[in-house]
């Protein structure tokens, strides 16, 4: 009898539609959150949605596309499959959107075994390996004073147009690591192109699998290509491989969480976000990092900081799960700057045990250097530092230009760690 169910259809109907938010009645017992619902609109077309919650008799749903179509009455039917992906090596180099579907224009994607499924749980703690050795990312800044080790999770906290999109393209392309996964979510239509052909480049592409929901798509869709990345990224980390998850951005899923909470009528707390955004953040971030396997999922992930403010709700709670920030600001950008790293403001969590022993003194003082010279900076811009004065200011005014140098990188340019250890020891004549 069990058996004959998955042949069986379950279905409820659609009561009402209050804007992205349809209410269901029917077999209630056969949903569940989270759970998948197919609104047939005619015969053969189903809206597919899914479930956010229950409201007395009646399940709340909301669709990955639009509601056109939509009436009173429409059988909605009950998906009681696992909801995943069963993805496989073939899948490099290419593009799918929030579903795993192919948006590349390519032949269909080969299906594997194994279903993955898309709200895995982390691995357990206990049973989680430690973070690797250093890995290379082949951008100087990053390598020498934030060095991120394999498994690590780190944010980049910008603003909106300070270089995040072409430092994640670097790091696709220069990152040792075997696979990369790279979630644009709420991504510009328009900069989609621009950053697979442009930034990301063919090289890049090959050994990466996007995954993009654009601005205009609904919160649904923008929300699941967070988990779907996740989920690609924790399929290849299972076969044993080096993977590279690269998240842009962490703010817009939670914006995407909280347009569907408050739908959902979750009471809104601080700038409007609802509890579910804070109990999804490490849910999600946390299925980074070290597995129980050789493989590891590096993650870096992208936090726009709203109107500039890094202490606003979002990249609170990121900063204080991930391993380490890498804070970029509009002033370093606006002198040319590029990538517009605050190496001051930034920190890696698993320095200095990550960097490499024999610099580690060399870093410290081209750290003490630059943070001399920023706290003079006003004065010697207006000429009120007179040389002499201090020999530490002295030597910091000195060496500027060159670190300013080291710091600055052209995309198409990759260091690798050593080299970006030997040229800081020159600099600092050490």
């Given at each position: 009898?069990?058996?004959?169910l998955?042949?069986?259809?379950?279905?409820g109907?659609?009561?009402a539609?209050?804007?992205?938010?349809?209410?269901?009645?029917?077999?209630?017992?056969?949903?569940s959150?989270g759970?998948?619902?197919?609104?047939?609109?005619?015969?053969?077309?189903?809206?597919?949605c899914?479930?956010?919650?229950?409201?007395?008799?009646?399940?709340?749903?909301?669709?990955?596309?639009?509601l056109?179509?939509?009436r009173?009455?429409?059988?909605?039917?009950?998906?009681?499959?696992?909801?995943?992906l069963?993805?496989?090596?073939?899948?490099?180099?290419?593009?799918?959107?929030?579903?795993?579907?192919?948006?590349?224009g390519?032949?269909?994607?080969?299906q594997?075994?194994?279903?993955?499924?898309?709200?895995n749980?982390?691995?357990?703690?206990h049973?989680?390996?430690?973070?690797?050795?250093?890995?290379d990312?082949?951008?100087?800044?990053?390598?020498?004073?934030?060095?991120?080790?394999?498994?690590?999770?780190?944010?980049?906290?910008?603003?909106?147009?300070?270089?995040?999109?072409?430092?994640?393209?670097?790091?696709?392309?220069?990152?040792?690591?075997?696979v990369?996964?790279?979630g644009?979510?709420?991504?510009?239509?328009?900069e989609?192109?621009?950053f697979?052909q442009?930034?990301?480049?063919?090289d890049g592409?090959a050994?990466?699998?996007?995954?993009?929901?654009?601005?205009?798509?609904?919160?649904?869709?923008?929300?699941?290509?967070?988990?779907?990345?996740l989920?690609l990224?924790e399929?290849?980390?299972?076969?044993g491989?080096?993977?590279?998850c690269?998240?842009?951005?962490?703010?817009?899923?939670?914006?995407?969480?909280r347009?569907i909470?408050?739908?959902?009528?979750?009471?809104?707390?601080?700038?409007?976000?609802t509890?579910t955004?804070?109990?999804?953040?490490?849910?999600?971030?946390?299925?980074a990092?070290?597995?129980?396997g050789?493989?590891a999922?590096?993650?870096?992930?992208?936090?726009l900081?709203?109107?500039g403010?890094h202490d606003?709700?979002?990249?609170?709670a990121?900063?204080?799960?991930?391993?380490?920030?890498i804070?970029?600001?509009?002033?370093?950008?606006e002198?040319?700057?590029?990538?517009?790293?605050?190496?001051?403001?930034?920190v890696?969590?698993?320095?200095p045990?990550?960097?490499d022993?024999?610099y580690?003194?060399?870093v410290q003082k081209?750290?003490?250097?630059?943070?001399?010279?920023?706290?003079?900076?006003?004065?010697?811009?207006?000429?009120a530092?007179?040389?002499?004065?201090?020999?530490?200011?002295?030597?910091?005014?000195?060496l500027?230009?060159?670190?300013?140098?080291?710091?600055k990188?052209?995309k198409?340019?990759?260091?690798?760690?050593?080299?970006?250890?030997?040229?800081?020891?020159?600099?600092?004549?050490?």
């Amino acid at each position: 009898m069990i058996g004959e169910l998955d042949a069986t259809s379950v279905y409820g109907r659609v009561t009402a539609v209050r804007g992205l938010l349809v209410e269901v009645s029917g077999p209630i017992a056969a949903m569940s959150l989270g759970g998948r619902v197919g609104i047939e609109i005619a015969a053969g077309v189903r809206v597919p949605c899914e479930v956010i919650g229950f409201s007395g008799e009646k399940a709340l749903v909301m669709p990955f596309g639009g509601l056109d179509g939509v009436r009173r009455g429409c059988p909605a039917y009950v998906d009681r499959t696992v909801a995943g992906l069963r993805p496989t090596m073939a899948w490099l180099g290419r593009v799918v959107d929030a579903l795993g579907r192919p948006v590349d224009g390519g032949s269909p994607l080969p299906q594997g075994e194994l279903t993955i499924p898309f709200r895995n749980d982390p691995p357990p703690a206990h049973s989680r390996r430690r973070v690797g050795p250093p890995l290379d990312l082949g951008v100087r800044a990053l390598n020498t004073f934030l060095t991120c080790c394999l498994g690590q999770r780190m944010g980049i906290f910008a603003g909106s147009g300070v270089g995040k999109s072409v430092l994640l393209s670097m790091l696709a392309r220069y990152a040792r690591a075997d696979v990369n996964i790279i979630g644009l979510v709420g991504e510009r239509g328009r900069e989609v192109q621009e950053f697979l052909q442009d930034d990301l480049g063919p090289d890049g592409l090959a050994r990466s699998i996007v995954v993009v929901a654009t601005s205009d798509e609904p919160a649904l869709m923008r929300k699941q290509a967070a988990l779907t990345t996740l989920t690609l990224a924790e399929f290849f980390r299972d076969q044993g491989l080096q993977v590279m998850c690269l998240m842009d951005s962490v703010t817009r899923f939670a914006m995407a969480m909280r347009e569907i909470g408050l739908a959902g009528g979750e009471p809104p707390t601080t700038k409007g976000y609802t509890p579910t955004v804070f109990a999804e953040l490490p849910r999600l971030l946390e299925r980074a990092g070290p597995g129980t396997g050789d493989g590891a999922i590096t993650g870096l992930f992208t936090v726009l900081v709203d109107g500039g403010d890094h202490d606003e709700p979002v990249a609170d709670a990121v900063r204080g799960i991930l391993d380490g920030h890498i804070v970029m600001e509009r002033s370093i950008a606006e002198r040319g700057r590029y990538p517009a790293v605050n190496i001051l403001k930034s920190v890696s969590r698993t320095m200095p045990r990550s960097c490499d022993p024999l610099y580690y003194p060399v870093v410290q003082k081209a750290r003490a250097t630059l943070a001399t010279y920023a706290d003079m900076e006003e004065l010697i811009r207006l000429g009120a530092y007179r040389q002499g004065a201090s020999a530490e200011v002295d030597e910091a005014i000195r060496l500027n230009p060159e670190l300013e140098a080291f710091l600055k990188q052209a995309k198409d340019e990759a260091t690798p760690l050593g080299d970006g250890y030997a040229r800081l020891a020159r600099i600092m004549g050490m």
